[in-house]
């Protein structure tokens, strides 16, 4: 047992990366607890355990007092075996860890493995992990056994392991599909300047390039559409607005609001608010279906979005302006004259 022990412990430490000291460290603690309860009747007496780094050989002492019992071998071998597999499955939990936490922010993939109150158990072959229904699209379904892709959103430290939570709802998870697909974004050479998001629905992305000679949008599109179809069939359909980014807020208004055409624009500045007016046969689509449009257009401007027909607009004008005139009904002239101020001194 006693060589037997040091090859274990260093075949532990080459495989699993666990250092030989904090095992040997474990041991020791462990024999010596179990020999106090089995041992000694004074439980004040301290019991010291030492293991020899060579021989693999352990000695106990209770005080000054070593400890010599038939039973101490079989003890020590009991309580280091379970020592090294508690140490084991400690170390597997911190490698999985380090593993997926070191991967947050990035696309992962599995097999779904099954299904638990509209969660999804996805199978990563070292460990599973978990989509919660919150963070999945309510247009998408999948199957026992199907390849998933999704965005590590998160990973837990708990008792019975990390817990690996993942996300296809989060805006970053298109983010990440353009990152794989366009070699320009993954390059550096066009940037993703914002995204807004309505899971399984509708994704507008702002993009940038930093080279005059190359098309953001274009670039994103692909050849014939390709790039942006290969992320359209990766989430189940959802509609994708490639909107370019300007400096100039009122044409990064206009980008964002496609495919709807603004006639004119008030921009309240201070308050990051604008007031569009659109053609009649603009509303509608400037809107969008359930203020869609509007929504994302807004949260991917980052400035809340006003939208009225010139007709509206025009009644809103007139609502404003009629608000404003103010009616004196006190006036100079009502003020009582010296005459009325005599008749009621008669009066009294």
């Known amino acids: 047992m006693d060589s037997e022990l040091m090859v274990i412990l260093e075949q532990l430490e080459r495989d699993k990366g666990i250092d030989k000291e904090t095992l040997i460290a474990a041991v020791e603690s462990a024999v010596a607890s179990a020999a106090k309860k089995i041992w000694t009747v004074d439980k004040e007496v301290d019991v010291k355990v030492t293991l020899d780094r060579k021989t693999g050989k352990i000695k106990a002492w209770a005080g000054d007092e070593e400890i010599h019992s038939s039973e101490f071998g079989r003890i020590a071998a009991q309580t280091a075996k379970q020592v090294v597999i508690q140490k084991i499955r400690e170390a597997e939990k911190d490698v999985v860890f380090g593993e997926y ?16 109150r509209g969660n999804i158990i996805v199978d990563l072959g070292k460990s599973e992990a978990l989509v919660p229904k ?26 019975r392991g990390p817990q690996i939570i993942l996300s296809r709802a989060h805006p970053n998870f298109v983010k990440r599909l353009f990152e794989l697909e366009v070699p320009e974004i993954y390059e550096g050479i066009i940037e993703v ?22 098309d953001c949008v274009g670039a994103c599109v692909g050849m014939r559409g390709s790039r942006v179809k290969n992320i359209v069939t990766e989430l189940h359909g959802e509609k994708i607005d490639i909107v370019r980014h300007s400096e100039d807020i009122k044409e990064y ?3 964002a609001l496609s495919p709807a055409e603004i006639s004119q624009m008030q921009l309240i500045a201070d308050e990051k608010r604008v007031n569009i007016i659109v053609d009649e046969d603009q509303l509608s689509l400037a809107i969008g279906k359930y203020g869609q449009n509007v929504r994302l257009a807004s949260k991917l401007v980052g400035w ?11 009644e809103k004008q007139k609502t404003s302006d009629s608000q404003e005139v103010v009616t004196n009904v006190s006036s100079p002239d009502a003020t009582p004259s010296d005459e009325d101020s005599k008749e009621e001194e008669e009066q009294e």
């Open 101 to 116: 936490n070191a991967r947050i922010g990035q696309i992962i993939s599995g097999s779904v493995y099954r299904f638990e």
């Open 193 to 214: 300047k914002a995204i807004a998001r309505d899971p399984g629905e509708r994704t507008k992305i702002a993009v940038y390039s930093k080279d005059e000679k190359i």
């Open 134 to 159: 919150s963070e999945q699209s309510n247009k998408e379904e999948f199957r026992q056994g199907e390849r998933i892709r999704a965005y590590v959103l998160e990973v837990r430290r708990e008792n």
């Open 304 to 314: 809340e979005l006003d939208i009225y027909s010139a007709k509206q607009w025009e």
């Open 253 to 255: 208004i206009q980008a």
